[in-house]
Structures are given as structure tokens and as C-alpha cells.
């Protein structure tokens, strides 16, 4: 039968004695139907190539024509196609070709969420240094892929079909970061994107730093299986991944917390058949300034404990904490020791470490008996070690790095007003709701007599 008695045959069944039209999408506009048929009959040549041109769609204005067509159907659309959604490329330029593979992947999965390429950088360095591993290994990905009024930090382009994200990776970057609530982060901005029909692999910085071989194993058995391609590989051992892609530098904050000396007390030799009280304040001088020296920097209070517990006392009395201060002042102006932000400290170089306290004194572990100075240091070789870090994680960070499982009110804001102070002076700086150390020459403006040193 030929087409005009296709035609005619068909029409028996059109209700209400519409007649079954046949137009092209120039002439389509002003006509409904119930239900719609599309064609679209764009492929590869013999080379294989898929153009990027698809006639008056790609054309100025073809994204008018295309909703035009679309819309002529009261109930569905059917489509028949010989391309898919991955056969048009991330790039292309026309809206209305933009429009076509959106509408393709509406009619494949139907969900409106084929992601667009945005032309956005990397939110972060983390971004980038996870973007750059997934190249790597042989993938390619596109930063701030824009789904739904959403970004998306980084999108898996579909080996097979350049045209398809196969993978959407969460890089705990600044999308993240400004969502209004933990809720809104964790499980709302999730849940849309699933229901959109994203695959998605988080990665969180903290895990990544901490344990970088292990993250990228997980990275890259997610995108294989996003494939549906034969097991990669085993990846890269850390020390044989290329150095632009490791952490930089590649020390986890464990390895940091394992290097960093414990708290040690020392033991001052005492005159024999004296009482403390009975000393000169010559003699108090020099015992204290053997404890500063020491264990600076280091409070009053504990230069006190040192010296009566060498005498055999069980506590520290008024009159023996202002005989202890009497021999400090002594010392500081025999230019033995100095007096800075509430502890005593020596004129050489302080330790370039904080001290782990985990299996120290009850008293050194209270947060007024650690000093400004050390919980800088502490602050600095956390930011240093992950790179850049979220401000809600470098506080739980520095203290565990100082040895505190837990963080009790005095430890949250004695280390929040030292973050604070180094952001004042320029030692670290927030992009994008992370924290990162100052590169280059220490500020002018430095808060120690020198800069803290961060070399192990």
C-alpha cells in the first residue's frame, strides 16, 4: 500500500474526525493532536562522525521550533530516533541543540536532567586535583555540570557516548558548603538529583587527604561501574602516582599526628634539706628558667607544679605560686626568659610543633594550659596537611591533632580565636568555604617574633 492509502487507513481511527497530518517542523505550528509521532532521522557518516548541525533546530531560533513541536500533542509524544542523547555533543553551542538532547534524555529516561556544560571552573583545588586523577586513569570530566538550577562539581562523560554523563562526583566544595542546613546538604540536594536519575559518588576532603589511595580506588570502581565496563587496572599506589596529582604535600593528618613529639614533663633538681619556701629568689630564677626552658611555652601555674613536686609537695599553695612568679619576673630580667600572651616562653626558636597531650597531665590538658603560640602551630600543619579544609573541620581537626578526641566548649573557642588570629594576620585564608595556608613570604604583619615553621 502506498503512502497516501497508509494515510487514508489510518485515519479511521482518529477521533472526533480529525484527519492524521504529516508535516515538518517549519509547518507544524498550529496543529494538535492527541497523540504526536516524532521523527528524528540525524546519524553518524561512514567515518563515523556525528555532525553537529541538525538543520533548522541548530539554527537561530531552533529551540522555539523544537518547543513548537513538542507541544502539538494533547496527550504524548512518541519519538522514533536513530541518535540517543549521547551522540549530541556537551558542547554544542546552539540552544536548540542544548534543547534537542535534553529532550532526547526526557524521552529516554524521563527525567529532565541531561546536564549542561556551564564553562565553570573548579570550585577548588581539591576539585581539580580529584578532576585531574579521573584523567588520569583514562576519563573525561567537566567541572560545574548544571543540573536543574543545581551544580553538579564534576561530571563522568560516558566513554562509549561522548555526549552522556555517566557519573556525577560531590567533592564537598562550595555547592555544598552554602546549602542553608545539614539537611538541605546531606539528604535534600541528594535526593533530587537521584530522583533526576544522577548516579553520584561523594568524596569527602578529610577521607581523601587522610587516605588517598584508598579514596581513588573507590573513585575509580564507582565510574566503572557507572560504565558498565571490565574491571580497570588496580589503581596507582600513592607513590606512584604523579606528583601534580598527590595531595600537596602528601602527609595525611595522621602521618602529621603520629610525627609530633608527646607531651613531656621535666624534673628539676632541687637543693636537698631545703624547704621551697626557704630558697633565694636567685635560686627561684634559675629553677624556673630550667622549666621554661624546657617545656615552653608553658604557664605559670605549671612552672609551679614542676618545682613542688620536686619537693615532695602535694599542692600548690598561694604562697608557693607567688614565689614561683617572683623567680619568673627574676629570670625575664636576667633576659633568660620572656613573658608573651599568658606564658612563658624562651628567647631561642620554640618548638616548630605542637606537643601531643593524649597521655598527659590532667592539667596539661585543660585548654588555658595550652598556649596561643601552640595552637597555631597546630591550626597550620592541619590546613597544611589537608591542603584546604572546611572551617567545621579544622576545628575537631586541630584538636585532635593536639591530641583531644572530644572538643568541650573552652577547647572550641580557645581554638576558634587562634583560627580567627591567623586569619587576621594573613598566615590562612578562606576561598569558597574552605581554608587554605598562605603561599609565598610570611605577612608583614606576622603574629610571632617569626613566622611558625611547618617543615618536619
Not at 110 to 127: C, I, M, N
Not at 157 to 174: R, S
Not at 372 to 398: C, F, S
Request: with cysteine.
Amino acid at each position: 500500500m502506498h503512502a497516501a492509502g497508509l494515510t487514508s487507513a489510518a485515519e479511521a481511527f482518529c477521533p472526533n474526525g480529525e484527519r492524521l497530518f504529516v508535516k515538518n517542523l517549519e509547518t507544524v505550528q498550529g496543529d494538535e493532536r492527541d497523540v504526536v509521532f516524532i521523527s528524528i532521522g540525524y546519524g553518524r557518516d561512514a567515518q563515523g562522525r556525528m555532525s553537529v548541525n541538525f538543520g533548522p533546530v541548530s539554527a537561530d531560533g531552533g529551540e522555539r521550533r523544537l518547543n513548537v513541536l513538542i507541544s502539538r500533542a494533547r496527550q504524548r509524544c512518541v519519538v522514533f530516533s536513530s541518535i540517543q542523547t549521547g551522540d549530541i555533543r556537551l558542547d554544542a553551542v546552539p540552544r536548540g541543540t542544548r534543547m534537542l538532547r535534553e529532550f532526547l534524555h526526557f524521552a529516554e529516561t524521563g527525567k529532565l536532567a541531561a546536564g549542561a556544560v556551564t564553562g565553570q571552573e573548579a570550585d577548588s583545588p581539591f576539585e581539580e586535583m580529584v578532576a585531574r586523577v579521573i584523567r588520569t586513569n583514562g576519563y573525561d570530566v567537566v567541572p560545574q555540570v548544571g543540573v536543574s538550577g543545581f551544580r553538579i562539581d564534576l561530571g563522568v562523560i560516558d566513554p562509549l557516548q561522548p555526549g552522556k554523563f555517566v557519573l556525577g562526583v560531590e567533592c564537598d566544595g562550595a555547592t555544598y558548603h552554602s546549602a542553608r542546613s545539614a539537611r538541605d546538604r546531606d539528604r535534600l540536594r541528594h535526593q533530587v538529583l537521584v530522583q533526576l536519575g544522577w548516579r553520584l559518588h561523594h568524596i569527602w576532603s578529610t577521607d581523601w587527604f587522610r587516605n588517598p589511595q584508598r579514596e581513588i580506588a573507590r573513585l575509580l570502581v564507582a565510574i566503572q561501574d557507572a560504565c558498565g565496563s571490565p574491571p580497570a587496572p588496580p589503581p596507582l599506589a600513592v607513590s606512584q602516582i604523579p606528583e601534580v596529582l598527590k595531595p600537596l604535600p602528601t602527609r595525611s593528618i595522621e602521618l602529621v599526628a603520629s610525627q609530633l613529639p608527646p607531651y613531656t614533663e621535666c624534673q628539676p633538681e632541687v637543693p636537698k634539706h631545703r624547704e621551697l619556701l626557704q630558697l633565694t629568689q636567685s635560686e627561684m630564677a634559675t629553677l624556673t628558667a630550667f622549666v621554661v626552658k624546657a617545656e615552653a611555652p608553658i604557664h605559670a601555674e605549671e612552672v609551679a607544679r614542676r618545682i613542688r613536686e620536686a619537693f615532695g609537695l602535694e599542692r600548690t599553695g598561694n604562697r608557693i605560686l607567688a614565689k614561683t612568679n617572683d623567680g619568673l619576673r627574676t629570670a625575664e630580667q636576667l633576659g633568660e626568659i620572656v613573658f608573651e600572651e599568658g606564658f612563658w616562653s624562651t628567647r631561642e626558636r620554640r618548638h616548630p610543633l605542637p606537643r601531643d597531650r593524649r597521655n598527659a597531665a590532667l592539667p596539661l590538658r585543660r585548654a588555658d594550659r595550652i598556649a596561643p603560640y601552640e595552637y597555631r602551630l597546630a591550626v597550620l600543619q592541619v590546613v597544611e596537611a589537608a591542603v584546604g579544609i572546611a572551617r567545621e573541620d579544622l576545628l575537631p581537626e586541630t584538636a585532635r591533632l593536639l591530641g583531644f578526641d572530644r572538643t568541650g566548649n573552652d577547647l572550641q573557642k580557645a581554638i576558634d580565636k587562634q583560627i580567627a588570629t591567623l586569619f587576621k594576620s594573613a598566615h590562612i585564608y578562606s576561598n569558597n568555604g574552605h581554608i587554605y595556608l598562605h603561599q609565598g613570604p610570611p605577612p608583614p604583619n606576622g603574629l610571632d617574633r617569626e613566622a611558625p615553621s611547618l617543615n618536619v
